[in-house]
């Protein structure tokens, strides 16, 4: 059975930071892009970063970019998000997925997601 476990959400204050992790068992996500996404009550879910396969390309929502970083671990099948300068804006419900090609902005095209894990920015 293949999962995707995000962990590592909380409450902190706008400027603070945070890491996510996703790990996933079940399969081997060398051969999977990975990708984040946030849904805020209320709102669609939207893509936040993405990662290829390989670890050697990378992609990131305008709003997050220079502030998040999203990377890797083949070896461990876990995928980090690196949420730095936080801002009550990005609360939310963040998710992880994975695509068995290329990372794409669209929710609807990943493969496999976790169950979500809550971040919340207080100001």
């Known amino acids: 059975q293949v999962q995707l476990v995000e962990s590592g959400g909380g409450l902190v204050q706008a400027g603070g930071s945070l890491r996510l992790s996703c790990a996933a068992s079940g399969r081997t996500f060398s051969n999977y892009a990975r990708g984040w996404f946030r849904q805020a009550p209320g709102k669609e879910r939207e893509f936040v970063a993405g990662i290829s396969r390989s670890g050697d390309s990378t992609r990131f929502a305008d709003s997050v970019k220079g502030r998040f970083t999203i990377s890797r671990d083949n070896a461990k099948n876990t995928v980090y998000l690196q949420m730095n300068s936080l801002k009550p804006e990005d609360t939310a419900v963040y998710y992880c997925?994975?695509?068995?090609?290329?990372?794409?902005?669209?929710?609807?095209?990943?493969?496999?997601w976790g169950q979500g894990t809550q971040v919340t920015v207080s100001s």
């Open positions: 997925a994975a695509r068995h090609t290329g990372v794409t902005l669209y929710a609807s095209l990943y493969d496999y």
